[in-house]
T-cell receptor
Framework: DARVTQTPRHKVTEMGQEVTMRCQPI?????VFWYRQTMMQGLELLAY????????DSGMPKDRFSAEMPDATLATLKIQPSEPRDSAVYFC?????????????FGDGTRLSIL | QKEVEQDPGPLSVPEGAIVSLNCTYS??????FMWYRQYSRKGPELLMY????GNKEDGRFTAQVDKSSKYISLFIRDSQPSDSATYLC??????????FGTGTSLTVIP
């Protein structure tokens, strides 16, 4: 089965440090989504891309978060500087091409702890 | 008010019970309705999806959509311990951007 791959699976770092999370979408998928999941808020959409172009990043704190797709096989989410309130699980999902509805397939997430 | 509301539970049932999970929503433009299952320390996996109103059945799982009431349900028949997970509903108006519920935690007791 094709899968979305996220690295690292776990990250613990101190406040103020830069954090980079990576995602390899399913080959052939042209939409990529970044979500943050917390107990209180559930899944929150941070940003999404279609054909590597950012379509919506309104869910992302712009002063510290940035998302990019350097190429079709890699999406990155960076936090600089990191803060304790950024502690959460970050998920990447990808969706296929064609048709109005395309299910999103999730990776297993990066569990981030900021001390 | 959130776009999608879901009772977080937790829900605990004996093995073999029928489980009913529900979500309500406010945006009448939603037309795609999904249920995801999420095991501990894993990403959500798509369980079922329906387009517009009606029922859809897949094995022990039945998804129902009532657009007039803005209410969707997932029924699990003959629940198994392996069904223990968090279930998230998700909705979309145009197919790409999904709006998720916060999830309902389900435990099926052997």
């Amino acid at each position: 089965d094709a899968r979305v791959t996220q690295t690292p699976r776990h990250k613990v770092t101190e406040m103020g440090q830069e954090v980079t999370m990576r995602c390899q979408p399913i080959l052939g998928h042209n939409t990529v989504f970044w979500y943050r999941q917390t107990m209180m808020q559930g899944l929150e959409l941070l940003a999404y891309f279609r054909n590597r172009a950012p379509l919506d990043d309104s869910g992302m704190p712009k002063d510290r978060f940035s998302a990019e797709m350097p190429d079709a096989t890699l999406a990155t989410l960076k936090i600089q500087p990191s803060e304790p309130r950024d502690s959460a699980v970050y998920f990447c999902a990808s969706g296929g091409t064609g048709g109005q509805y395309q299910p999103q397939h999730f990776g297993d997430g990066t569990r981030l702890s900021i001390l | 008010q959130k776009e999608v509301e879901q009772d977080p539970g937790p829900l605990s049932v004996p093995e073999g019970a029928i489980v009913s999970l529900n979500c309500t929503y406010s945006n009448s433009a939603f037309q795609y309705f999904m249920w995801y299952r999420q095991y501990s320390r894993k990403g959500p996996e798509l369980l079922m999806y329906t387009y517009s109103s009606g029922n859809k059945e897949d094995g022990r799982f039945t998804a129902q959509v009532d657009k007039s009431s803005k209410y969707i349900s997932l029924f699990i028949r003959d629940s198994q311990p392996s069904d223990s997970a968090t279930y998230l509903c998700a909705m979309s108006a145009f197919g790409n951007q999904f709006y998720f519920g916060t999830g309902t935690s389900l435990t099926v007791i052997p």
